[in-house]
Nanobody, 122 residues
Framework: VQLVESGGGLVQAGGSLRLSCVASGFTLSSYAMGWFRQAPGKQREFVAAVKTTGTSTLYASSVEGRFTISRDNAKNTLNLQMNSLKPDDTAVYYC????????????????WGRGTQVTVSS
């Protein structure tokens, strides 16, 4: 079981990035999936999650309306479209697989990618 993130980089405030997470060893569409991030000196925090069916999503209040989580089942890939980026979005972004969907939240599993760096300049 493996998750590999990509798509991070350096962008100016107001810009956009699209992160991808390719899963191997399991069928991504059969599980709830999530994105988390960790800024320097801070704890890892929840960003977004999608339910197994793909029809239900959850977002942190800090990103709601700006970020969109989605699946590409044909490519076994989880995506995170990030628009209107702010310097506070600067962090390493991690994909999490096969987590537990609670209905009001997402409990991550022990399956993490290595992360991809997102840096937003002001």
């Amino acid at each position: 079981v493996q998750l590999v993130e990509s798509g991070g980089g350096l962008v100016q405030a107001g810009g956009s990035l699209r992160l991808s997470c390719v899963a191997s060893g399991f069928t991504l569409s059969s599980y709830a999936m999530g994105w988390f991030r960790q800024a320097p000196g801070k704890q890892r925090e929840f960003v977004a999650a999608v339910k197994t069916t793909g029809t239900s999503t959850l977002y942190a209040s800090s990103v709601e309306g700006r970020f969109t989580i989605s699946r590409d089942n044909a490519k076994n890939t989880l995506n995170l479209q990030m628009n209107s980026l702010k310097p506070d979005d600067t962090a390493v972004y991690y994909c999490n697989g096969k987590g537990y969907w609670t209905g009001t939240g997402y409990d991550p599993s022990a399956i993490w990618g290595r992360g991809t760096q997102v840096t937003v300049s002001s």
